[in-house]
């Protein structure tokens, strides 16, 4: 009695072990409008035929479910024609549900490091509009007003590269972390560079 008891221990422990290594993505979308039409999952980095899942959507929404004993920075997307309709996706498979909205402005939350990720996001997003504005406004700009809009400009880059600092050094050991660092280390200076690597 005592081995049957200790076999059914094992076999729960194993099943926790698995489920804590596993990651669940549920998807939405606004009404069945999409029905039929299929999501990818595509790793951003090493994608092959082999790596890239494929689910289709029904009922207006779509499942993924797979390991992530290593989280790894995967992109949600479906045929082309469909991209300007249904934003792409950033998300982390890491352990967990993430809960996904696809849309005009697609986002994801419910793990902890996608909620980081949809922060860093929105923030990408203010810093590019704000850039855009500021570009346009130069355009039509006089010299005196071309200075101060390069001034403000300035001031704009240096508060996104020290959010981004901030936020790879919080996140320095996570699939997330190393992402933006990839994607915006080159803004950061040789000190900021080198205390990230020291970490």
Known sequence: ????????????????????????????????TYD???????????????????VQIKDGAFRFEGDASVPSICILRTRPLLRMELQELLVVTEPGTIS???DTESSAKGTPQNEALQLWKEQK?????????????????DES???????LQMKYDKEYSNFNYNFVKQYKHTAVGEFVYKMTGFSFTPEQKKELNSL
Not at 3 to 32: P, Q, R
Not at 125 to 141: G, K, V
Not at 145 to 151: D, G
């Open 1 to 32: 009695m005592q081995k049957v008891y200790c076999f059914i221990t094992l076999l729960f422990m194993l099943s926790c072990a698995s489920f804590e290594s596993k990651y669940i993505i549920e998807g939405k979308l606004k009404g069945k």
């Open 36 to 54: 039929g039409e299929f999501i990818y999952l595509v790793p951003v980095e090493g994608a092959t035929a082999e790596t890239v899942d494929s």
């Open 100 to 102: 996904v909205i696809l």
């Open 125 to 141: 997003r203010n810093s590019d509009f704000a850039y855009t504005n500021i570009n346009q406004q130069l355009l039509e700009a």
């Open 145 to 151: 007003k071309k200075k101060e809009l390069k001034k």
